[in-house]
């Protein structure tokens, strides 16, 4: 069965610092990988999507990257963090049809300070 | 292009009595609808979802929603809430011709009263 793994689980971090979050699916090949941000009270905000190694498509303009590295491989990355870049960030994968919903990590609460 | 309106950010029902959350859907192509559940401080659960074929749905956890095309509405209930069903709710659509990317409505919270 496929799984999808996120680490770390909480982070707290200066302002200035780099980040890096990982994402890692199991199970399947190919797999559609998205990076999610949802703020305090509000949504979901979709922030980067790949459909292949190499292949990012940013959503929103940011402080924040991401790259894949590997085919089932996820990163979140900054060089230097903001206190707006706080909140609870979440990994999801799906198929190449995505019409079956999408999987979700369990996320990563990161807080600027 | 697909959209979705959660009506109610917050809703707030007595256990044991019914639970409805409202979602309506603007596609401009047959639809695939799902709920998904967040608890707090977790990752989004999958709740159920229409594709095609039976309009009602059933879930997990004793939920169901109905996709009604006349009315683009996907409305998700429960007869009986159980205090364990206090989270966020969302409801997303994905159009099957063409777009990869879920659309999430805004979410709802779901409070239950002793």
């Known amino acids: 069965s496929q799984t999808i793994h996120q680490w770390p689980a909480?982070?707290?971090?200066?302002?200035?610092?780099?980040?890096?979050l990982e994402c890692t699916v199991e199970g399947t090949s190919n797999p559609n990988l998205y990076w999610y941000r949802q703020a305090a009270g509000r949504?979901?905000?979709?922030?980067?999507?790949?459909?292949?190694?190499?292949?990012?498509?940013?959503?929103?303009?940011?402080?924040?990257?991401?790259?894949?590295?590997?085919?089932?491989?996820?990163?979140?990355?900054?060089?230097?963090?903001?206190?707006?870049?706080?909140?609870f960030y979440l990994c999801a994968w799906s198929g190449m049809d995505t019409n079956y919903g999408y999987t979700f990590g369990s996320g990563t609460r990161l807080t600027v300070v | 292009a697909q959209s979705v309106t959660q009506l109610g950010s917050h809703v707030s029902v007595s256990e044991g009595a019914l639970v409805l959350l409202r979602c309506n859907y603007s596609s401009s192509v047959p639809p695939y609808l799902f709920w998904y559940v967040q608890y707090p401080n977790q990752g989004l659960q999958l709740l159920l979802k229409y594709t095609t074929g039976a309009t009602l749905v059933k879930g997990i956890n004793g939920f169901e929603a109905e996709f009604k095309k006349s009315e683009t509405s996907f409305h998700l209930t429960k007869p009986?809430?159980?205090m364990s069903d206090a989270a966020e709710y969302f409801c997303a659509v994905i159009g099957i011709q063409g777009a990869q990317k879920l659309v999430f409505g805004q979410g709802t919270r779901l409070t239950i009263n002793p």
């Open chain 2, 80 to 82: 009986s809430a159980h």
């Open chain 1, 43 to 87: 949504g979901l905000q979709l922030l980067f999507y790949s459909v292949g190694i190499g292949q990012i498509s940013s959503e929103v303009p940011q402080n924040l990257s991401a790259s894949r590295p590997q085919d089932r491989q996820f990163i979140l990355s900054s060089k230097k963090l903001l206190l707006s870049d706080s909140g």
């Open chain 1, 10 to 20: 909480t982070l707290v971090q200066p302002v200035g610092s780099p980040l890096s």
